[in-house]
């Protein structure tokens, strides 16, 4: 059967044979889509990383800015807060992506650099009213295929959850600028809190950051209704904390998970072959998400 099986994948999910598509169990990732596409799309629900998954990592050879470094823009902090946020990047973003260290390890430090930042982005006062602009003149950008992926959930009424470790207004306005900021899009991430003069003057909730989105999926689960009763999940994620997005999912029958490999390949590509299903090497686009949803859908 198993024979058969790939057969039909190869012919109707060529994609997956993409050299920079890799998989430790292939088999599984078969009955997974198989099982799926049995299902039918009123079962399934995805779930997505935003910045580095649904977001291109670069772009003719620049990075592409994450959510909270579309803030980095003289409308909102000054000189002295660039260089300070800069230099926090440079600090923590390696340890983020480092192999040679487990995500307890990296946790507090997560937990630091994303209190530090705010604090600074809190210090400058930004209005809501220039968040905007400050999207508009950024080089923000969504992976090749955004269109595709977001009109075939829309259609097939499959709810999107956006789960980021970002700044929550600015990925909104980044999806809403792009038209898909769509009714079946959900999102949970980091939202910033205003004054009554749109002043910001503090974060809402829980911080969540790379590596504690687990709390953050088992405390919104009972809230976010339109996933309820879809047993089948697709994950999107570019860090090895995005798997336990899907924490929050009970009783999920089967779950197929997509790692987005960016940056630092070689030292994380095994790793990352243990731990997602499908692994995507310095791909920028949406094809592997978009050829297995025109196949389950
Ligand atoms: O959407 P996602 O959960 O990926 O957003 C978090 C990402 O934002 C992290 O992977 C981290 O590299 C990045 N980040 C950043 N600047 C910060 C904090 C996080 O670029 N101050
Ligand atoms: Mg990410």
Known sequence: VLAIWHQLTKAEIPELAKCSVLMRERSRVEETIYAMQRAGAGSLQVISDFDMTLTRFAHNGKRVPTTHNILDNQLLIDEDCTKKMRELLNTYYPIEIDASRTAEEKLPLMV?????????????????????QAVRESSAMLRDGYKVFFDRLTEQQVPLLIFSAGVGDVLEEVIRQNHVFLPNVHVISNYMDFD????????????????????????????????QGRPNVLLLGDSLGDLTMADGVSQHQNLLTIGFLNDQVDERKESYMNSFDIVLVKDETMDVPNAILRYIT
């Open 112 to 132: 630091e650099w994303w209190t530090k930042v705010h604090k600074l982005l809190i210090s400058q006062r930004i209005r809501k009213d220039m968040l905007a």
């Open 196 to 227: 009554q003069t749109g002043v910001l003057r503090a974060f809402k909730g829980q911080l969540i950051h790379t590596f504690n989105k687990r709390e953050g999926a088992l405390s919104h689960a009972a809230g976010l209704r339109a996933l």
